[in-house]
């Protein structure tokens, strides 16, 4: 096995000009074998021999030659190596004032020369034992600093690659969700009903990976520090309502039944809704999961923050099998659950509650649990009404890449042109084979910037607009649209994998579709828009003086 490494050795400076006191040093000194002597007459060549030997004690005699010993002590005490060595005064003198003068040049100690062995043995042991103490915390402190930083760095690229790879499976899986859906229909009318089932699988399987993929992104950006906080004044009973809606078949699943108590109509809040939303669905999707033929609540009470502040608490609570103390502190643990076997009989990958902890977090506010085993599971979140916002954070954006080629687009032929901004090429697909060729003609481009510039180009008649986009965002794409007077008039449609209908809304979008697309909504929004005018036959003045001729030109030229 191995062995721990040897302590380091004592090594002890002596400065003194008198050969005899340095040997006399010797002698005491080498009765213990961690201790190395070194002795150096001569002040003007102390420093550089505290350079060579690296010591851990210096002892200094006072009265010298040319350079006295306060002197000499105040020039370790500013020289950089032995700034912190300790220092031990020797001297015949014994009254206070010198001794005074000693610690005020920086000695750590005063010996009146010579002491006893013992005394002296004492004292070099005791302070040199404490100057590599602290030697040996600063490296301790050095060294996890920097596995600190290390950690931090490893931890940054981990979220930041599942951030990037979130993104980039998402990128194909919209495909499949939008080929399965288009190759379902095409069964359908085709006649192909055998091959329905199989589609509805990988549409329905797609939803899955889809779903999962999201909360990866979700818990990604949380730990990049990248979660933004979207801001309004919403109603709570609206929120409330529109969660238990989305939740219903996840009652029905296990023939639950949801109540909604307390103060549902508290008034309106100002935070993140889309975020408020999430968490509420997190943890009444959790209480249908682990709940068969029982009831779910969803109380909704006014409270306090710890600060005094006016708050609202969600309380969702379950009749389900509930929870040991054990299990309830490995809960807001990413990719951690209950136990083991909780992912195998009732799947999921334990993010939602860690999602759901940082939600509130970040909004100012808490979450914590109340259960007992066998008689279900209480989850308490607590919000203030007015939540404050995050500090803006820098970012580096990507280089834009250029916009592809675009279909041809004549106006004579009544066609609308639709300009489509995202940098997904198997949209540009799909859309391409969505909309009806007699009708629309789609234009492109694959970057925000991009997009504005193309925008002012071809004046289209509408705007279909991702949000995740390389360089400017949707968001701001969409804002410097509605600024322009050239473009604010023309209808923009928001399609996107994130789910913001509500800030669609706030920035005057004029539609909002979230990927996979619904192609028959997404058509019924498109028809919508005006068509372009047909352009007129063009005008011709005739002047001619000549009746007969004048009468002829005009009977040529009429259709």
Partial sequence: MPTDAPEPAIKVLLVDDQRIIGEAVRRMLRTQSDMEFHFCQHPEEALAKAEEVQPTLILQDLVM?????????????EYP???????IVLSSKEDATT????????????????????????????????YMLRLKLDAQQKELEQQKIAAESANQAKSTFLANMSHELRTPLNAIIGYSEMLQEQAEDDGNLDYLPDLKKIHTAGHHLLSLINAVLDLSKIEAGKTTLFLEDFSIKKAVEDVIALTQPLVQKNRNTLVLTGDPDAGSMHADALKL???????LGNACKFTSDGQVELNVTKATTPDGEPAIQFTVRDSGIGMTPEQCAKLFQPFTQAES??????GGTGLGLS?????????????????????GSAFI??????????????????????????????????????????????????????????????AVATAGEAGLARAREVKPDAILLDIVLPGLDGWSVLAEIRKDPALAAIPVLIMTILDQADRARATEADGFFTKPIDR????????QIPPPPVPRPGAMVLIEDEKTLLETLQRSLEP
């Fill in 65 to 77: 030659p040319d350079i006295d010993g306060l002197e000499m002590v105040r020039r370790f005490r």
């Fill in 99 to 130: 001794k005074a003068d000693s610690f005020r040049a920086g000695a750590n100690d005063y010996i009146v020369k010579l002491p006893e062995e013992i005394e002296l043995l004492a004292r070099v042991r005791y302070h040199s034992t404490a």
């Fill in 277 to 283: 939303r999430q968490i509420l669905f997190n943890l």
């Fill in 341 to 346: 076997s909780t992912s195998r009989k009732f």
């Fill in 381 to 442: 979140v607590t919000l203030p009404l007015i939540v404050r916002d995050l500090p803006p954070e820098g970012s580096d954006a990507p280089p834009e890449p250029s916009a592809t080629p675009d279909d041809q687009h004549d106006p004579a032929t009544g066609r609308r042109l639709v300009l489509v901004i995202d940098d997904d090429p198997y949209v540009h697909d799909m859309l391409r084979r969505t909309l009806p060729r007699e009708t629309y003609d789609l």
């Fill in 520 to 527: 028959e909504r997404l058509l019924e929004a498109l028809g």
């Fill in 81 to 87: 190596i032995t700034t912190n060595v300790p220092i």
């Fill in 355 to 375: 999602i759901t902890k940082s939600f509130a977090e970040i909004m100012g506010g808490s979450v914590r649990v109340e259960s007992e085993q066998g008689k």
